[in-house]
């Protein structure tokens, strides 16, 4: 599984970005993130089936994690950005079935390189 996140850049404060990643059918995927000097963080998670979302209390109603299934492309919607989102973030796929958390890192199998999200005050 070959995955490459996309979609960072250089925002305002109060922006809206949206990230990509290319994930193969029927994983549970992940998005994760590093600020620097700090340790990687979940964000976001959405289910293989698309059933079920999970959002860190930082970004709960700012963030979106969708799946386009025709396009076989994830999503992380991502507004009202503050420079706190500063950070590389992750995409990462998982096995749909197991038993560990969608928000610990330890689901997940395959993690593509990341994509850097800058918001400036």
């Known amino acids: 599984v070959q995955l490459q996140a996309s979609g960072g850049g250089l925002v305002q404060a109060g922006a809206s970005l949206r990230l990509s990643c290319a994930p193969s059918?029927?994983?549970?995927v992940g998005w994760f993130r590093q600020a620097p000097g700090k340790e990687r963080d979940f964000v976001a998670a959405?289910?293989?089936?698309?059933?079920?979302?999970y959002y860190a209390d930082s970004v709960k109603g700012r963030f979106t994690i969708s799946r386009d299934n025709r396009k076989n492309m994830v999503y992380l919607q991502m507004n009202n950005l503050k420079p706190e989102d500063t950070a590389v973030y992750y995409c990462?796929?998982?096995?749909?079935?197991?038993?560990?958390?969608?928000?610990?890192?330890?689901?997940?199998?395959?993690w593509g390189q990341g994509t850097l999200v800058t918001v400036s005050s």
């Open positions: 059918d029927e994983y549970s």
């Open positions: 990462a796929v998982g096995p749909k079935n197991s038993g560990i958390s969608h928000r610990s890192e330890n689901r997940y199998t395959y």
């Open positions: 959405l289910r293989w089936d698309g059933r079920g979302t």
